[in-house]
């Protein structure tokens, strides 16, 4: 049975729309119930406002100069901040990191959570005692912090907590004055390419430690894993099966490599690619490899480690119950972090990780695991692959850490036929910071009318697709925040000022066209 | 109320499209972001346009002016279906091409067919989203609208009518002028475009007293003419064989 080339494109950048989305959603639907004229501030971030605070009749170049001074002031902040994040993560003291992550949460979760809950019922007239409310919230809170950060659990309630994380952020930061608001998205689109893309950008370096130490992040990250392939077919995951078996087979008869089994049931595209590490110290995870693989047999793990550590590697997954070589993947590695901010920030780097990761020791020895999306340990070193397969006389085919790979042509073999493409891992994270910053837009696009929230979320959309296929190309670390809150500022601006002066008048003459 | 009232014309304007949404794009992932480019364009397209009007505005409440702008939105949109065109050209060749090196996958006409429906969903859904559902919260307060030349119904509901009208016209003519434009037949490639026109000029009615009934129903039936004209294209395409027999 023939299938569509149309199956499977385009998932992995839908894996990270449809979460973006969900959140904007969620942002401005609280916006509209709680804040919709932007006039309650009694939840505002006053961090925000440190120098200057809006008033109705202030002048512009007042409101101008004082909301930018705000800007720069938060900025300053957020850089001091991270960078003491960068100096925590580099000596050793993630448990501090995570520490202060899980305090952090349970504050959102609990405290903030909480109170806009008691909002939100109080406005549709829900009543609810005091002690089921405090029980329900607590619980929620509880199992929050503990998912989010210390102990293993689906992927699919940990990306909802991340949306919630977000959600509740980006509310509390669209009650910041309007003027301060544009500054403070500019200025945060600015900071993300200074934190990103410079060589002493602390996004930068933070991301580099956590490659150089093959450990994840220490930030709030969404992981666009995917959750399940209901829509699969059968025969569609067999083909894929077949065809990644075909280009297994012609690379391991190259590299003599050592296949991983798996046991019935994990078919490689249920598998999740990206280890998680959360709640404890980072730096340790490629140290833990032993206690961290339950999941696998022990000489799963020994096959892993065999192989030399100074040579690219890759690792097929292969279906225990099946017979050798009919059903096995390539297992890439974990996907690309874009992100900004405190919570979570920058493309976590592809080529960096690719190049870097086979000339450390230390993360070249941390043997491949892998386990289901169900419950499992939260700490995990990254998997090791080779990402260059050089072959004795052509073009290589090169594969990325950074959730993307690019296929350069290969020359025809057996069965495997590489041809110019563009790829994404199964796993692409983007920062939290990302999240709340694009929900903070449309948030205060919500303030105005519907229309400029339509066109903002359209452009904060093309900004988002628009910085994952850079990802693909460059191959490196790309800060999220830039294209999309440019394009969106930019749609909210031509939407409030020329859209709807010409779009109303002709609705409310019924005049179409 | 104000809710009941916010969802019934929510529904009105936009069910349909969801029901083809969910049917025919939220299958594939790349329909999906299709879709969301594809508004993207006409978003872009819609902005030029009130660029160009800008300095226009507000025109004079009758429908002579109207009318000029109705005839500069119509072309400048079909000017950009045809570039919309073009760029859906290229990458059918790319996918094309994909398909040819991938082993055992294919892009099938019922693939192109989606395609080409995604892109007129999204003109479609564009057009309903900023003209008409934008501006529905508005019905969340108490009390309606109603305008002078329109008692028998709220301008809400009549805008919400006219969305699914010309939902249907542009998710269907797309499907017709991509097809036509393929196969280089003229009708089929221009045909769509005067009817664009003509239901555009048609909403022009209800600037007479109780011409909105009018408005609306000719729009409706014009719609519906338009998705018959692209079913019965889309038959064609994905059965062939249909063009050969006697009966035809």
């Not at chain 1, 993300?192 to 709030?220: H, M, Q, S």
């Not at chain 1, 397969?389 to 025809?412: F, Y």
């Amino acid at each position: 049975m023939e299938v569509s080339v149309l199956d499977e494109l385009g998932q992995e950048i839908t894996g990270i729309v449809a979460p973006v989305t969900i959140c904007m959603a969620l942002t401005v639907l609280l916006v509209k119930a709680l804040n919709p004229d932007g006039s309650d501030t009694s939840v505002s971030v006053y961090f925000a406002q440190a120098f200057y605070a809006e008033k109705e009749g202030d002048s512009t170049a007042t409101k101008l100069e004082g909301s930018l001074i705000n800007a720069l002031i938060f900025v300053a902040a957020i850089t001091a901040v991270t960078f003491i994040l960068v100096l925590l993560f580099k000596y050793g003291y993630t448990n501090i990191i995570y520490g202060y992550m899980g305090f952090a949460g349970f504050s959102i979760f609990f405290i903030l959570t909480g109170v806009i809950a008691l909002r939100l019922m109080e406005k549709a007239g829900i009543a609810m005692d005091a002690f089921s409310f405090l029980f329900i919230l607590w619980n929620f809170a509880v199992v929050g912090v503990a998912t989010a950060f210390y102990v293993p659990a689906p992927i699919l309630l940990k990306q909802g907590y991340m949306i919630v994380v977000g959600v509740i952020t980006a509310f509390l930061f669209t009650s910041i004055p309007e003027w301060t608001t544009w500054m403070l998205l500019l200025a945060m689109s600015a900071y993300d390419l200074y934190a990103v893309l410079t060589p002493v950008g602390p996004l930068k370096l933070l991301v580099d430690l956590a490659i150089e130490r093959d450990a994840d992040l220490p930030a709030l990250i969404y992981e666009s894993r995917p959750t399940g392939r209901g829509r699969q077919s059968r025969a569609r995951q067999q083909q894929r099966q077949d065809q990644l078996q075909q280009e297994d087979d012609t690379a391991a008869e190259g590299q003599g490599e050592q296949p991983l089994d798996l046991e019935p049931g994990h078919t490689p595209s249920n598998l999740p690619i990206t280890a998680g590490v959360r709640g404890e110290a980072a730096a340790d995870a490629a140290a833990d490899a032993d206690e961290d693989a339950p999941l696998l047999p022990a000489e799963h793990r020994q096959a892993g480690e065999s192989g030399p550590s100074s040579q690219p590697r890759m690792y097929t997954i292969r279906r225990g119950s099946a017979p050798a070589g009919t059903s096995s993947a390539n297992h890439d590695l974990p996907g690309a972090a874009v992100s900004s901010g405190p919570q979570g920030s920058g493309i976590e780097p592809a080529e960096e990780a690719a190049e870097e990761g086979d000339s450390s020791p230390d993360a070249s020895g941390s043997p491949a695991q892998a386990s289901s999306s169900a419950p499992g340990p939260s700490r995990r070193p990254r998997q090791q692959r080779n990402r260059s397969t050089q072959s004795p006389d052509g073009p290589m085919a090169v594969e990325m850490t950074s959730g993307t790979r690019w296929r350069q042509p290969q020359p025809s073999t057996a069965g495997s036929q590489e041809e110019p493409g563009l790829e994404f891992n199964d796993s692409i994270k983007l920062g939290l910071g990302d999240f709340i910053f694009y929900s903070v837009l449309v948030g205060r696009a919500a303030m105005y009318d519907m229309l400029t929230v339509f066109a903002s979320y359209l452009g904060i959309v093309a900004g988002v697709v628009s910085t994952l296929l850079l990802l693909a190309l460059f191959r490196k670390a790309l800060p999220a925040l830039p294209i999309s809150i440019f394009l969106g500022v930019i749609f909210y601006f031509v939407a409030r000022l020329v859209l709807e002066p010409v779009v109303l008048p002709m609705t409310l003459s019924l005049v179409y066209f | 109320m104000g809710l009941e009232s916010f969802c019934g014309l929510c529904l009105i304007a936009a069910g349909p499209a969801a029901v083809v949404y969910v049917a025919v794009i939220a299958r594939k992932s790349f329909l999906v972001l299709l879709t969301l480019a594809s508004a993207f364009y006409w978003l872009v397209v819609l902005m030029v346009i009130s660029a160009l009007v800008r300095g226009f505005v507000p025109l004079p409440d009758s429908p002579g002016p109207y009318a000029a702008l109705l005839i500069a939105c119509v072309a400048i949109e079909e000017a950009a279906r045809a570039g919309l065109y073009q760029l859906h050209r290229r990458l059918m060749g790319l996918l094309e091409g994909l398909a040819a090196r991938q082993q055992n996958t294919n892009l099938s006409t019922a693939d192109k067919l989606s395609m080409v429906t995604a892109h007129g969903l999204a003109h479609g859904l564009t057009h309903t989203v900023f003209l008409c559902i934008s501006w529905l919260p508005l019905t969340l307060d108490v009390g309606t609208y109603y305008s002078d030349a329109c008692p028998q119904m709220s301008v809400f509901l009549a805008s919400a009518l006219l969305s699914l009208s010309f939902l249907m016209i542009h998710t269907a003519s797309m499907v017709v002028v991509f097809s036509g434009a393929a196969a280089g037949k003229p009708l089929q490639r221009f045909g769509p475009s005067a009817l664009h026109l003509i239901a555009a000029l048609l909403t022009l009615s209800s600037f007479g007293h109780g011409g909105c009934v009018a408005s609306v129903f000719l729009s409706f039936l014009i719609g519906v003419a338009a998705v018959g004209c692209a079913v019965h294209v889309a038959w064609r395409s994905l059965h062939p064989s249909t063009l050969s027999s006697p009966s035809h």
